[in-house]
Nanobody
């Protein structure tokens, strides 16, 4: 059974930084597509960033390009999301997702495995 556990959320002022972590367990394949999604109240879940651990290829939403960085630590089976220059519009519940391969569109929420989410709140 694949389990994803997010951590690192919190409250920060605009312009600040946070690092989210997603620890994966129970995954039997050598590589995976790991994604970060977010959902604000009243809005649809949207893809933020993704990484294919086999090649290290990364994908970003336009809204976070240049501010967020997704990375992996294969020895720890952990994926990170470094978030810099945070804006109030980044406020949302952030979810980690995983699947064996990335969907055709990496930001489609079609991943098989999901974490419980971690809240990020950015105040102005």
């Amino acid at each position: 059974q694949v389990q994803l556990v997010e951590s690192g959320g919190g409250s920060v002022q605009a312009g600040g930084s946070l690092i989210l972590s997603c620890a994966a367990s129970g995954y039997t394949y050598a590589s995976a597509c790991m994604g970060w999604f977010r959902q604000a109240p009243g809005k649809e879940r949207e893809g933020v960033a993704a990484i294919y651990t086999g090649s290290g290829s990364t994908y970003y939403a336009d809204s976070v390009e240049g501010r967020f960085t997704i990375s992996q630590d294969n020895s720890e089976n952990t994926v990170y999301l470094q978030m810099n220059s945070l804006k109030p519009e980044d406020t949302a519940m952030y979810y980690c997702a995983a699947d064996r391969f990335c969907p055709l569109n990496w930001n489609d929420p079609e991943y098989n495995y999901w974490g419980q989410g971690t809240q990020v709140t950015v105040s102005s």
